[in-house]
């Protein structure tokens, strides 16, 4: 079985996720829910829109919290 780039990309994210957030990367690797498409291992749909909006969350409060530092 090989990677599909989409699965490959999100490994590289989940490895600077856990850099900035300070989590371990193998507890965001044992969330990810993969599915067998020929041979090619690529993300299951529901696991990556949910994945997407956590990292959209995230983005948003470290945004939020920016702006709140900036403000004081």
Do not use: C, F, K, P
């Not at 371990?24 to 749909?45: A, I, K, P, Q, S």
């Amino acid at each position: 079985m090989r990677l599909s780039d989409t699965v490959i990309a999100h490994v590289a994210q989940l490895v600077q996720l856990s850099i900035l957030t300070g989590t371990d990367v193998v507890d965001h690797m044992r969330m990810m829910v993969l599915t067998d498409n020929e041979g090619t291992l690529e993300l299951d749909e529901e696991y990556e829109r949910r994945a997407e909006d956590n990292v959209q969350r995230l983005i948003h409060e470290a945004t939020t919290m920016q702006t709140q530092t900036n403000e004081q």
